[in-house]
Nanobody, 116 residues
Framework: QVQLVESGGGLVQAGGSLRLSCAAS????????MAWYRQAPGKQRELVAI???????NYADSVKGRFTISRDNAKNTVFLQMNGLKPEDTAVYYC??????????WGQGTQVTVSS
């Protein structure tokens, strides 16, 4: 069973930075697009950033210019560098495959809390 393990969250002041990591326990990682999502309390999970298998990226308007998604296919790991954090970025962050054919259960996520 494929597992996704997110890490790197924490408590940071507004304007600060964090780098999230997500390790996938499968070599099919390198063949598929990956994405970061987040879910704030009382809100639906939303898409934050996508990276294709060959490194093309897309971002939600709310994080453009502040967040950077990247991947290391040799380590089956996707990253999210978050700079200029705002209180509204507070959420549990998850990664997953961005695919209609690769269906993987959500991991435990990693909590990001930004204080004002």
């Amino acid at each position: 069973q494929v597992q996704l393990v997110e890490s790197g969250g924490g408590l940071v002041q507004a304007g600060g930075s964090l780098r999230l990591s997500c390790a996938a326990s499968t070599s099919i990682f390198r063949l598929n697009a990956m994405a970061w999502y987040r879910q704030a309390p009382g809100k639906q999970r939303e898409l934050v950033a996508i990276i294709s298998s060959d490194g093309n990226t897309n971002y939600a308007d709310s994080v453009k210019g502040r967040f950077t998604i990247s991947r290391d296919n040799a380590k089956n790991t996707v990253f999210l560098q978050m700079n200029g954090l705002k209180p509204e970025d507070t959420a549990v962050y998850y990664c997953n495959f961005r695919s209609t054919t690769v269906l993987v259960s959500w991991g435990q996520g990693t909590q990001v809390t930004v204080s004002s």
